[in-house]
Each structure stands twice: as structure tokens, then as C-alpha cells.
């Protein structure tokens, strides 16, 4: 009998109508997933909330359509701020006919019937982290009697001024050097980055300085952000490998006074590679660059970062919402940087508020964190050992990975602070489908959950590039295999996990 009963397909991960993943059970699942098969799009009853427009934001923005002539006839997205909505309407262009929508003190944009605006308006709230959060939309169907009341969770007992304490008394504990000044709480980690990457380079553009340099492959709306944001194309530099620091030095020694800044994950998604860290902060403030360093993939708890960053950018849905079901984010100043004071204003400025309700959802939960993560580490390591092992398993990518252990180990604060995520791939070619399938692990995005949580990545975030030649292309030149499987180890006992890993593999 599995340790891990079956998740429907669709199925909330966890069982709240809050929840950050759904279950993807099969490659069949996956693939429909990602090519919107009416099939498998109907079983899902959410996803991750800042690719799927929450149940409770559509039955709310239908509400609003049906009940409101103006917006007869048109589409209507409900945005996180007023700010958000005129950005995106300015996003769209004069021509589009977009229009913002203020009711019930929800911000929005409409606009006329098209497929080519609903692609352009999804992808930019989905970039920059623009929906309105679903306990927001929860509120408000409440308040029109749509809902007979929210739904009944654990929150931290007090205001939402009590509540933000809560968080930043722990952040202040897995930050030493910050104030309260220093951090500042997001909708979720994309619009910490969002901001931070917005702040920081209107503050450089004064100064001469437009060119941002990608350290390694990063998250997607990361990419995203850096790709379509940047003054022009050529503003945008990928550097495929983080490890070579003379590529770096190069670059920089020929375009530092035009470099704005370097955004670095500490560790990277999905390959778990940690650079030298202080080696390249010391390039950074050598030429006048700014520093964004993205924990996530092991959390900001586990690894002493601030002495080298100018703002840390990390998601707090990971780890620290430990449940799974609360979006939210956080960038850190460091008060020691030379725009400091600058920055926190204009961070400030740009991100998009958490609503109150999420922020004390996230305040019951960030107490456990260190708890988590402890319970986390000691799985890890001996997954990842067995997974090493394994003779149907060809790569297996950690924190401790010997490609980088060593950069790692020098801004851990423990030698066991790995985080949970493993990635590896298959020996055999053709074997993920079936490997897939037959695995009795919970199944979906996200990670940095109490539970388990295993994805075919790359099909989940770069479908793209996996299903065309110039994709899989883009790919190999970075590195990744297409087939790259995504395990984020939960606090369930290791030896279930492993045992279900060894059943599929055999």
C-alpha cells in the first residue's frame, strides 16, 4: 500500500479552495494541460494561481459583465491595484479599446471581444504578478452575497498592521542586518522581482545605465521580465553558464558604466547551480552594477545572502507558506547599499499590496518555517543520495551537487540548509511518460510545500521549447534536458518518498 493515496486529476494540492497547485497525474494530463484540452482543462478546479484566473475572480468578473451594461459584450480582468490596471491598459495601447473599471473598490480592465488581447492581458498579469489574489475576489463575493461566507482557515489573531509585524518580526530572524524599513511584502515573488528590476533601473537609467545581464537560465516570467522590460533588445544578456566568472569579467570590463544590473537565482531553477556568489558581487560593485539575488529555490532562511545583494528577491509562497496556499513575496534592501534609501521608496512604489487576508494567512504559517525546513533537509539529502544511486537515474542536480557544493556551502547556514528541491533526469531515452505515470507521489507545480511535490518541469513552464525544433535547440545550448523531472521534497518520512520513487523506476 502506497504511502501517497492518488490525487484526482485537477484536484486541489492541498484541499483548499486557496491552494497554489492541482494535480497533473499523467504526461496525458500535462500535455492537455499546456495545449488546452477542453478535456482535461474542465477536471481542473484551479492551478497555480498566476497562470489560472482563480474560480472565485471569474465567478466575480462574470458577475460584473452580466450585471454592468458597459462591460455587455466585454472581456473584464480584475488586477491586484488601480496601478496595475493602468499599466496594463497602457500595456494594450489606445487601439485596443481597453478601458480601466473601478467597482466595489475592485480595480480592473476591460476590453473588447479578441483573442490576441486576452493573450496580451493574461500574459502580462501573469509576468508581473497582476491578478486579483483569490481571497480578495473571496471577500468580495462574500460582501455581494454570492458566497455564503470565506472560507474557514488558521490566521494570525490581530490586524493587518499586527499581522505584518508577525512576518517581518520572523523575516528580520532569517535576514540578519534588516529593518523593518528593509522589507518590503508582495502579492507574490514575481512582483518583488518585478519591482526591484523596475526600481533599480530607473535609478541607472539616470545614470547611463540600461544593459541587464541574466546569470544562468532562470525562472520564466524572470526571463520574461528582462526580455520584454529592458530599454531595447540588445539591453538583454544571457550568460548560459553562472560559473564562468572570466566571461563575467569580460563583459563587464568592456560595458560596466552601461550595466544596470545582474539578476542571479541562489541557486538556479531548474539546474540547482549556486555561482560564486561574492566573487560576482565584488564585479557588481566594482563597476557601479546593482545586485538581485533570487533565493527561492532554497529560501532566504537557509542562506546568508545580504552581505552580497543589493535587494534580495524571493517568493515566501515557497517554504515560508508552507501549507501551499498563500501567494506572496518579499524584497529585502540592503541598507548598506549605496541606494539604499532610493530604493526602498521606489521599490515601494512599484510592488503590488498583499491583501490583508493573505497576509495573515501567511502570518499563521511563517513560525513553522525553520520547523519545515528542518524536517525538509533531513529527506532531502537521502533522496537525493538514493536518487544518485539509482542505475535507471542518469543526472541528479542539488544543492550539493559537487558542481557548485562548494559556492553553496559558503552561503549556507548550516551544511544541511539544501532547501528541498532535487531535479534529475531518466537514463532511458523515451522513459519519462511511463516513469511519470506510474510514480505515487503528488503531482504539480509549485514547490516548498509540507507535501511532496514532483513535475515534469520544463513541459510545465517552457512547453514551447520542448514541442519545436528551434525550442529544444534553445535548450541544449543551455543545457537542459527537455525530459528534467522537478521534485521538491515535503516532510513526509523520506523512506516513503523513497519507496514510491523506487517502484516507479524499477
Same mark, same amino acid.
Given at each position: 500500500?502506497?504511502?501517497?493515496?492518488?490525487?484526482?486529476?485537477?484536484?486541489?494540492?492541498?484541499?483548499?479552495?486557496?491552494?497554489?497547485?492541482?494535480?497533473?497525474?499523467?504526461?496525458?494530463?500535462?500535455?492537455?494541460?499546456?495545449?488546452?484540452?477542453?478535456?482535461?482543462?474542465?477536471?481542473?478546479?484551479?492551478?497555480?494561481?498566476?497562470?489560472?484566473?482563480?474560480?472565485?475572480?471569474?465567478?466575480?468578473?462574470?458577475?460584473?459583465?452580466?450585471?454592468?451594461?458597459?462591460?455587455?459584450?466585454?472581456?473584464?480582468?480584475?488586477?491586484?491595484?488601480?496601478?496595475?490596471?493602468?499599466?496594463?491598459?497602457?500595456?494594450?495601447?489606445?487601439?485596443?479599446?481597453?478601458?480601466?473599471?473601478?467597482?466595489?473598490?475592485?480595480?480592473?480592465?476591460?476590453?473588447?471581444?479578441?483573442?490576441?488581447?486576452?493573450?496580451?492581458?493574461?500574459?502580462?498579469?501573469?509576468?508581473?504578478?497582476?491578478?486579483?489574489?483569490?481571497?480578495?475576489?473571496?471577500?468580495?463575493?462574500?460582501?455581494?452575497?454570492?458566497?455564503?461566507?470565506?472560507?474557514?482557515?488558521?490566521?494570525?489573531?490581530?490586524?493587518?498592521?499586527?499581522?505584518?509585524?508577525?512576518?517581518?518580526?520572523?523575516?528580520?530572524?532569517?535576514?540578519?542586518?534588516?529593518?523593518?524599513?528593509?522589507?518590503?511584502?508582495?502579492?507574490?515573488?514575481?512582483?518583488?522581482?518585478?519591482?526591484?528590476?523596475?526600481?533599480?533601473?530607473?535609478?541607472?537609467?539616470?545614470?547611463?545605465?540600461?544593459?541587464?545581464?541574466?546569470?544562468?537560465?532562470?525562472?520564466?516570467?524572470?526571463?520574461?521580465?528582462?526580455?520584454?522590460?529592458?530599454?531595447?533588445?540588445?539591453?538583454?544578456?544571457?550568460?548560459?553558464?553562472?560559473?564562468?566568472?572570466?566571461?563575467?569579467?569580460?563583459?563587464?570590463?568592456?560595458?560596466?558604466?552601461?550595466?544596470?544590473?545582474?539578476?542571479?537565482?541562489?541557486?538556479?531553477?531548474?539546474?540547482?547551480?549556486?555561482?560564486?556568489?561574492?566573487?560576482?558581487?565584488?564585479?557588481?560593485?566594482?563597476?557601479?552594477?546593482?545586485?538581485?539575488?533570487?533565493?527561492?529555490?532554497?529560501?532566504?532562511?537557509?542562506?546568508?545572502?545580504?552581505?552580497?545583494?543589493?535587494?534580495?528577491?524571493?517568493?515566501?509562497?515557497?517554504?515560508?507558506?508552507?501549507?501551499?496556499?498563500?501567494?506572496? =513575496?518579499?524584497? +529585502?534592501?540592503?541598507? !548598506?547599499?549605496?541606494? /539604499?534609501?532610493?530604493? %526602498? $521608496?521606489?521599490?515601494?512604489? #512599484?510592488?503590488?499590496?498583499?491583501?490583508?487576508?493573505?497576509?495573515?494567512?501567511?502570518?499563521?504559517?511563517? =513560525?513553522?518555517? +525553520?520547523?519545515?525546513? !528542518?524536517?525538509?533537509? /533531513?529527506?532531502?539529502? %537521502? $533522496?537525493?543520495?538514493?536518487? #544518485?544511486?539509482?542505475?535507471?537515474?542518469?543526472?541528479?542536480?542539488?544543492?550539493?551537487?559537487?558542481?557548485?557544493?562548494?559556492?553553496?556551502?559558503?552561503?549556507?547556514?548550516?551544511?544541511?540548509?539544501?532547501?528541498?528541491?532535487?531535479?534529475?533526469?531518466?537514463?532511458?531515452?523515451?522513459?519519462?511518460?511511463?516513469?511519470?505515470?506510474?510514480?505515487?507521489?503528488?503531482?504539480?507545480?509549485?514547490?516548498?510545500?509540507?507535501?511532496?511535490?514532483?513535475?515534469?518541469?520544463?513541459?510545465?513552464?517552457?512547453?514551447?521549447?520542448?514541442?519545436?525544433?528551434?525550442?529544444?535547440?534553445?535548450?541544449?545550448?543551455?543545457?537542459?534536458?527537455?525530459?528534467?523531472?522537478?521534485?521538491?521534497?515535503?516532510?513526509?518520512?523520506?523512506?516513503?518518498?523513497?519507496?514510491?520513487?523506487?517502484?516507479?523506476?524499477?
Amino acid at each position: 500500500m502506497s504511502a501517497f493515496p492518488p490525487i484526482p486529476l485537477g484536484q486541489r494540492i492541498p484541499a483548499s479552495p486557496h491552494a497554489v497547485s492541482c494535480s497533473l497525474p499523467t504526461m496525458h494530463a500535462v500535455r492537455g494541460y499546456e495545449e488546452k484540452d477542453p478535456a482535461i482543462l474542465r477536471q481542473l478546479t484551479s492551478g497555480y494561481p498566476r497562470f489560472v484566473v482563480h474560480p472565485f475572480a471569474r465567478q466575480l468578473a462574470a458577475h460584473y459583465v452580466a450585471t454592468t451594461p458597459a462591460l455587455a459584450g466585454r472581456t473584464l480582468w480584475l488586477t491586484t491595484s488601480e496601478k496595475m490596471a493602468r499599466d496594463l491598459v497602457a500595456r494594450l495601447g489606445d487601439a485596443s479599446g481597453a478601458q480601466p473599471f473601478s467597482q466595489d473598490g475592485l480595480p480592473g480592465v476591460s476590453h473588447p471581444p479578441s483573442p490576441d488581447l486576452y493573450s496580451r492581458a493574461k500574459l502580462y498579469l501573469q509576468n508581473i504578478g497582476g491578478y486579483l489574489s483569490s481571497r480578495a475576489a473571496e471577500d468580495a463575493l462574500v460582501c455581494l452575497g454570492l458566497r455564503p461566507g470565506v472560507y474557514a482557515e488558521e490566521t494570525f489573531p490581530g490586524d493587518t498592521a499586527a499581522c505584518g509585524a508577525e512576518v517581518r518580526r520572523h523575516l528580520r530572524l532569517a535576514i540578519p542586518g534588516v529593518t523593518d524599513a528593509d522589507l518590503l511584502l508582495t502579492n507574490c515573488g514575481t512582483s518583488a522581482i518585478y519591482a526591484a528590476f523596475r526600481a533599480v533601473s530607473a535609478l541607472q537609467a539616470a545614470r547611463g545605465r540600461t544593459v541587464w545581464l541574466q546569470l544562468g537560465w532562470l525562472y520564466l516570467d524572470s526571463i520574461a521580465i528582462l526580455q520584454k522590460f529592458t530599454a531595447s533588445p540588445a539591453d538583454y544578456v544571457y550568460i548560459r553558464d553562472v560559473f564562468d566568472l572570466d566571461a563575467l569579467a569580460r563583459i563587464f570590463a568592456a560595458h560596466g558604466t552601461r550595466i544596470a544590473g545582474v539578476i542571479a537565482e541562489v541557486p538556479t531553477n531548474p539546474l540547482i547551480q549556486t555561482p560564486d556568489l561574492p566573487a560576482l558581487a565584488a564585479l557588481c560593485r566594482r563597476h557601479g552594477a546593482r545586485l538581485l539575488v533570487d533565493p527561492s529555490i532554497s529560501s532566504a532562511w537557509n542562506l546568508d545572502l545580504l552581505p552580497h545583494a543589493d535587494v534580495i528577491v524571493t517568493s515566501l509562497t515557497k517554504y515560508t507558506a508552507s501549507d501551499g496556499d498563500v501567494l506572496a =513575496g518579499l524584497a +529585502a534592501v540592503n541598507p !548598506t547599499g549605496p541606494d /539604499a534609501a532610493e530604493l %526602498r $521608496v521606489r521599490i515601494a512604489a #512599484e510592488a503590488e499590496p498583499l491583501h490583508p487576508r493573505d497576509l495573515a494567512r501567511l502570518a499563521a504559517q511563517i =513560525g513553522r518555517t +525553520a520547523d519545515v525546513l !528542518t524536517q525538509i533537509h /533531513a529527506g532531502t539529502a %537521502r $533522496v537525493a543520495v538514493f536518487l #544518485e544511486n539509482h542505475p535507471a537515474v542518469k543526472d541528479v542536480f542539488w544543492a550539493l551537487s559537487p558542481a557548485s557544493r562548494e559556492n553553496y556551502l559558503r552561503l549556507a547556514r548550516a551544511p544541511d540548509s539544501t532547501g528541498g528541491m532535487i531535479t534529475f533526469t531518466l537514463r532511458e531515452i523515451g522513459a519519462l511518460d511511463n516513469f511519470y505515470d506510474r510514480l505515487r507521489l503528488p503531482k504539480g507545480p509549485s514547490f516548498g510545500m509540507t507535501t511532496t511535490l514532483i513535475c515534469p518541469f520544463m513541459y510545465l513552464a517552457h512547453y514551447d521549447l520542448v514541442t519545436t525544433p528551434a525550442g529544444l535547440a534553445e535548450l541544449a545550448a543551455s543545457k537542459l534536458d527537455p525530459d528534467l523531472l522537478r521534485l521538491c521534497v515535503g516532510t513526509e518520512p523520506p523512506e516513503d518518498i523513497i519507496a514510491a520513487l523506487a517502484e516507479a523506476l524499477a
